[in-house]
């Protein structure tokens, strides 16, 4: 009898290790770091563009003074975009994730009407300096888009996860986990990299 009750005693703290492995003890707190992750890697490629606009702005002023009032809203809406910050233990807050998103779609929109003004200066649109920026400007779009898609997919498998079980059950009793926002375009084609034509 005493072999069989050691061996009960050993086998239910095993049983409850597996029955507790299978309740989100540890996926859970791996997709959130996912899915926070992914939250860098969008706010990495829109510090990049923040900083290729400024390089854009001086280099566009030298070649048309008649643009300054596009150049300084391009310029007032950098800052502003620059200013809302969304940390990862924000992106729970849709309220905080949407004042980032509108921020960002604002500056989107600015620098297509700073990019569209070019057209006007024939020799801006053979400067190198110019097509380098307009080039790497083209890139970070690309690159915006990609790390919003790689987000979104990681707040869409932590959402499910917390979300099912049996997952749910340390979701909710152990991390007190709470749905992530995904990013959502804020208008009309905002989650696409602007279509530019400099006539060449």
Same mark, same amino acid.
């Given at each position: 009898?005493?072999?069989?009750?050691?061996?009960?005693?050993?086998?239910?703290?095993?049983?409850?290790?597996? #029955?507790?492995?299978?309740?989100?003890?540890?996926?859970?707190?791996?997709?959130?770091?996912?899915?926070?992750?992914?939250?860098?890697?969008?706010?990495?490629?829109?510090?990049?563009?923040?900083?290729?606009?400024?390089?854009?702005?001086?280099?566009?002023?030298?070649?048309?003074?008649?643009?300054?009032?596009?150049?300084?809203?391009?310029?007032?809406?950098? #800052?502003?975009?620059?200013?809302?910050?969304?940390?990862?233990?924000?992106?729970?807050?849709?309220?905080?994730?949407?004042?980032?998103?509108?921020?960002?779609?604002?500056?989107?929109?600015?620098?297509?009407?700073?990019?569209?003004?070019?057209?006007?200066?024939?020799?801006?649109?053979?400067?190198?300096?110019?097509?380098?920026?307009?080039?790497?400007?083209?890139?970070?779009?690309?690159?915006?888009?990609?790390?919003?898609?790689?987000?979104?997919?990681?707040?869409?498998?932590?959402?499910?996860?917390?979300?099912?079980?049996?997952?749910?059950?340390?979701?909710?009793?152990?991390?007190?986990?709470?749905?992530?926002?995904?990013?959502?375009?804020?208008?009309?084609?905002?989650?696409?990299?602007?279509?530019?034509?400099?006539?060449?």
């Amino acid at each position: 009898m005493t072999i069989l009750r050691r061996f009960h005693l050993f086998l239910l703290p095993l049983l409850g290790a597996f #029955a507790l492995s299978a309740c989100g003890i540890n996926s859970v707190p791996a997709a959130e770091e996912v899915a926070k992750a992914k939250w860098a890697d969008v706010q990495a490629q829109y510090q990049r563009r923040a900083n290729l606009i400024g390089n854009l702005v001086a280099t566009v002023k030298a070649a048309g003074k008649q643009e300054q009032d596009t150049l300084v809203k391009v310029t007032e809406a950098r #800052a502003k975009a620059t200013s809302v910050q969304v940390s990862a233990d924000d992106l729970s807050d849709p309220a905080k994730v949407q004042q980032f998103q509108q921020a960002q779609a604002q500056l989107s929109q600015g620098l297509g009407r700073l990019l569209a003004s070019v057209e006007a200066y024939p020799d801006l649109k053979t400067n190198q300096n110019f097509l380098d920026l307009q080039s790497q400007l083209e890139g970070t779009e690309n690159r915006i888009a990609v790390s919003i898609r790689d987000y979104n997919e990681a707040v869409r498998a932590y959402n499910t996860r917390i979300r099912t079980f049996p997952d749910a059950i340390g979701a909710k009793l152990i991390h007190g986990a709470k749905p992530m926002t995904p990013f959502q375009a804020t208008t009309p084609g905002a989650e696409e990299a602007p279509k530019v034509d400099f006539g060449n």
